[in-house]
């Protein structure tokens, strides 16, 4: 090497090492420590009994969400502030991101003390009839939550007499929310039929507002907008039995459901699979757009963007039905802390726990007792609808079919909302619910 | 003399053996293994190693998603290579000039190669990131684009699949030979995978620049004199003397690239995954999301297996080839 070249080496090096050491030292010092909380009140237990530390895994890590799993952890620590929480979550909506790294961890053999999943088929299939969980029923017994969570929600969780994990929420998936300011102005009103909702599009277009916003950047926003669309085509029954396989995917129901959602994409927005859900949202609360069609956490976003003159309503055909999902939290086998997680189950379904996360998430409680006048008024609309309403379960969240087949649905949506070839989707439909041993 | 041969025969297997067993465990073990799962009935997180047959194959091969990734992988495939070989030589010819801060900009040209596939992807992401259409904000290079008056470009959330349609005169055409199947998106180009091919061919061309320039200064200048003496242009001497010699350069740059091509998984998973309709989706992301996100196991070991035949019909040749021309020397 000439000393020219030694020369140009070592500048390189240096900022190739110093680029290094930048990226070395940014995560390493992100997590700065909590300052220790006082407890604000005595304890009930000793608290040199809880010891060690707590890691609860979630996805929760933006606004709304990430504040009411603070609030839980506060609470934790008021209680056991010997214990330290270690809060491991990995970012991305719908859990896209964190249930890869979880699974790779469960089959490790390195459980959390607790992990976040939601409830129905993603719990049941994929971690209880495995055997990857602890039945928690020992838990809803000490503290006798049966009498104060709702029957159906007790089912749900229910696989061979035990009961599997905490509900600590319900969101509704049926939403279709819109800016008050605008429809005002034009004097609109919320579609309640899909001919409405066509017509009222038409008259959008003509005033030059995109009439649907969808942002299906991660495509869970598209098979979520594919399962309200599907719920308000045909009966609750039918729509039940799309998932046991006694309502066909050939036939004239999933059609007309295809043919609805393939004639509200030519109505949204052409950038959607740039767009994630939230900037759909940012294009309605500045009028651009007229509605978008997305569960109850568009509530929170809201709030926390200090939009006030959010409207909402059921979209076509939902009339009447709750498509609903649940975060809750289980408790793995061989969890590291079992204890701590006990403890910590118990502030997840408590009455104290629920009211100090819902308000914040955004989100009803999964029991039937907290006080409504914690929530806000689109909370307290949801929680008179939670009792009224036919429940029915959410397909993109977890709820009604094994992650297997959401991941297929998924691949169809993915396609469909580019191509708008109904045909082709239904059979891709029907030939998922086969490979997802469901049909025949 | 034959007990000292013996004796450094023993220690050079001592050696080696230790490379030897971790990478017949670590390597050819596993993929035994995933060959094995490619064929069972492994869906879900508990393992089912429960023979299957070829099931798990015709279904892959059945998929729309799969042909689609296909497609994708040509694509990218055709466009990476072509733009890393012909940038890569552009530069190694031009440095080779003997200019001045020769050392500099060969250094500057090589360093993107240093940097991993992820951070590329983090990096590009940005860059071609389409902007917020909420608030009509412009990112990256599309306020160049914007500066020059060009309108912004959707870079990789662009569904659009460049394809023969089948109302066009070509297409009819095509169909009146019985080739109609052609005029389809599956035999397209996704205009968002051209996001893809910037960003890895940023990364990569260089590499083939060194590679190219090593094989430049190998070329004797009394060549080169020669065909000069002999009324060669400049052009002439590139075109009959250069080139034809640098062809065992570009025969490696092809099975290095093309192999980095087959298989890329983590540039796609940084900067766009799937992309709409598929329009970014490759194999190797595919099966990630097979086995991780769908804890379908024996579907994913099947894409791996796939992606290991196709790598290898490229590889193997050349080792063949490259063992061949090393015995003859």
Redesign the interface.
């Known amino acids: 090497m000439?000393t020219?070249?030694i020369k140009?080496?070592s500048i390189?090096s240096i900022l190739?090492i110093a680029a290094l050491l930048f990226t070395a030292c940014g995560p390493a010092t992100t997590p700065t420590p909590e300052p220790p909380v006082t407890p604000t009140t005595p304890p009930d237990e000793p608290p040199d009994d809880f010891t060690g530390t707590l890691e609860v895994f979630s996805w929760w890590t933006t606004g709304g969400e990430a504040a009411g799993l603070e609030n839980l952890f506060e609470l934790y620590k008021n209680k056991f502030p010997q214990v330290e929480i270690i809060n491991a979550t990995v970012a991305g909506g719908a859990g896209?991101e964190a249930?890869?790294a979880l699974?790779?961890r469960?089959?490790g053999g390195d459980p959390p003390d607790s992990f976040q999943v939601h409830m129905g088929q993603e719990l049941t299939?994929?971690?209880v009839?495995?055997?990857?969980m602890d039945p928690v029923t020992f838990i809803f017994e000490s503290e006798g939550w049966d009498q104060y969570y709702p029957q159906g929600v007790l089912d749900i969780i229910s696989y061979e007499g035990e009961y599997w994990t905490v509900p600590v929420n319900i969101h509704r998936a049926n939403v279709l929310w819109f800016n008050q300011e605008v429809f005002d102005q034009y004097g609109w009103t919320p579609p309640s039929t899909f001919d409405e909702f066509f017509a009222l599009a038409e008259e959008m277009q003509a005033e030059g507002i995109t009439p649907l916003a969808l942002g299906d950047?991660g495509?869970w926003a598209s098979t979520h907008l594919f399962e309200v669309v599907l719920a308000g085509s045909m009966s609750p029954d039918k729509y039940n039995g799309l998932w046991t396989g006694k309502t066909d995917w050939n036939g004239p129901e999933v059609k007309q459901a295809l043919e609805n959602m393939a004639r509200m994409i030519e109505y949204a927005?052409p950038?959607h699979?740039?767009?994630s859900w939230d900037?759909a949202n940012?294009?309605v609360i500045?009028g651009?757009a007229g509605m978008t069609i997305m569960g109850d956490w568009v509530d929170a976003d809201n709030l926390a963007k200090g939009f006030e003159h959010s409207g909402w309503a059921h979209p076509p055909g939902t009339d009447g039905i709750f498509v609903a999902l649940s975060d809750t939290f289980g408790l793995p086998l061989n969890a590291p802390h079992r204890d701590n997680a006990i403890e910590w189950l118990k502030i997840v379904g408590s009455k104290e726990g629920q009211e100090a996360f819902n308000p914040v998430k955004g989100s009803i409680c999964a029991r039937s007792d907290c006080n409504p006048n914690l929530f806000g008024s689109y909370l307290q609309g949801a929680m008179q609808d939670w009792e009224s309403h036919t429940i029915v379960p959410s397909l993109a969240h977890g709820a009604a079919a094994p992650?297997?087949w959401?991941?297929?649905i998924n691949?169809v949506m993915?396609?469909f909302?580019?191509?708008l070839n109904v045909a082709?989707a239904q059979a891709?439909l029907a030939q998922s619910c086969i490979?997802a041993?469901i049909c025949q | 003399m034959l007990r000292k041969i013996n004796r450094d025969r023993f220690y050079s297997i001592l050696l080696i053996s230790p490379s030897i067993i971790l990478i017949a465990l670590f390597v050819y073990g596993f993929i035994a293994w995933s060959i094995w799962v490619s064929f069972s009935n492994w869906?879900?997180?508990?393992p089912d190693l429960t023979f299957r047959g070829v099931q798990n194959f015709v279904?892959l091969f059945s998929n729309?998603?799969f042909h689609?990734d296909i497609r994708n992988t040509i694509v990218f495939t055709v466009f990476f290579l072509t733009a890393c070989i012909g940038l890569g030589l552009t530069l190694a010819v031009v440095i080779d000039q003997r200019i001045r801060g020769e050392?500099?900009f060969r250094?500057l040209f090589l360093?993107p190669m240093?940097v991993s596939f992820i951070v590329t992807g983090v990096v590009w992401r940005w860059m071609l990131a389409?902007g917020?259409?909420?608030?009509g904000r412009l990112t990256g290079v599309n306020i160049l684009l914007d500066k020059i008056n060009l309108p912004p470009l959707?870079w990789y959330?662009d569904?659009t699949v460049i394809h023969i349609s089948a109302n066009s005169q070509l297409g009819q055409l095509l169909d009146s030979v019985g080739l109609g199947f052609i005029a389809n998106?599956l035999y397209g180009i996704p205009v968002a995978m051209i996001s893809i091919v910037i960003a890895a061919t940023w990364q990569m061309s260089g590499f083939v620049m060194a590679m190219y320039l090593a094989g430049l200064r190998g070329i004797p200048e009394e060549l080169r004199e020669a065909a000069r003496v002999d009324g060669a242009n400049e052009g002439q001497v590139y075109r009959h003397i250069v080139l034809p010699m640098l062809r065992p350069v570009t025969l490696s740059a092809v099975i290095i690239l093309g192999h980095i091509s087959l298989k890329i998984f983590d540039l796609v998973a940084a900067m766009s995954k799937?992309?709409?309709?598929?329009a970014t989706d490759v194999p190797a992301y595919f099966m990630?999301?097979?086995t991780?996100?769908?804890?379908?196991f024996a579907q994913g070991a099947a894409i791996s297996i796939f992606m290991l035949v196709t790598v290898s019909l490229l590889i193997i040749p050349y080792l063949i080839y490259s063992s061949r021309t090393d015995s003859e020397i």
Do not use: C, Y
């Open positions: 000439s020219n070249n140009t080496f390189f190739l896209f249930k890869p699974t790779a469960m089959l299939e994929t971690w009839v495995d055997g990857f950047v495509i927005n950038d699979a740039a767009l900037q940012d294009l500045q651009r992650e297997s959401v991941a297929l691949d993915t396609s909302v580019t191509n082709s891709g490979d041993g | 869906e879900g997180l508990r279904r729309p998603r689609i050392n500099f250094s360093f240093a389409p917020d259409p909420a608030t959707k959330t569904p998106p799937r992309g709409p309709g598929f990630f999301e097979t991780f996100h769908a804890n379908n």
